[in-house]
């Protein structure tokens, strides 16, 4: 149905790669509104992070309830503080979260640096990371009004290796993500 109205096809590789029936983080690239959409649509049970600012906004705050967004001040480092406890919970009721490393939507051709939250639940929760390469700004750029047909490659990897240093695991995760997905903007 999502295809026939936006007019872009969804091509997901890699799906033998997602859990069943345990907690673990899905690390993606986040170009556009339409991430959440895929992703939620993969993993229906799926969680997030948001920033406690949203929960201000009367209706989002409203749906990120109703879904079980977990609220977070990220300015007093409270994801980092609250990671076990998260993680914990994650694995407890075999929820699958999302984690947008990069920290908030990119154009593009942009690349931040990555954040290492991904990194600290696999070594404080002993979670799998999944990471999600994708396309997704090609066809739903960040600010445009505009959205372009065509096909939306989302590639699931394998879950990266646990037992990796910070420095490895970020380049790795690096290599995964975001070069990658700029691979993906090219087809």
Excluded at 140 to 145: E, G, I, V
Aim: proline content about 5%.
């Amino acid at each position: 149905m999502f295809d026939k109205i936006t007019n872009v096809k969804i091509v997901e590789r890699g799906l033998e790669n997602i859990p069943k029936d345990k907690g673990y983080i899905l690390c993606s690239k986040h170009m556009s509104n339409i991430d959440a959409y895929f992703l939620f649509k993969r993993a229906p049970s799926l969680t997030a992070m948001a920033k406690k600012e949203l929960y201000r906004v009367p209706l989002v705050g409203r749906v990120l309830n109703k879904i079980g967004v977990l609220s977070i001040n990220r300015g007093a480092g409270e994801a980092k503080k609250k990671t076990s406890v998260f993680a914990q919970k994650l694995l407890k009721h075999k929820i699958p979260m999302i984690i947008f490393s990069e920290g908030t939507r990119t154009i593009i051709g942009e690349r931040r640096p990555l954040k290492s939250g991904a990194f600290f639940y696999q070594q404080e929760g002993n979670l799998d990371i999944i990471v999600v390469a994708h396309n997704s700004g090609v066809s739903w750029p960040k600010k445009s009004w505009v959205k372009w047909p065509g096909t939306l490659y989302v590639d699931y990897f394998p879950p990266m290796p646990h037992g990796m240093d910070k420095t490895c695991f970020m380049t790795e995760l690096e290599k995964r993500l975001l070069d990658h997905s700029e691979k993906l903007m090219l087809l």
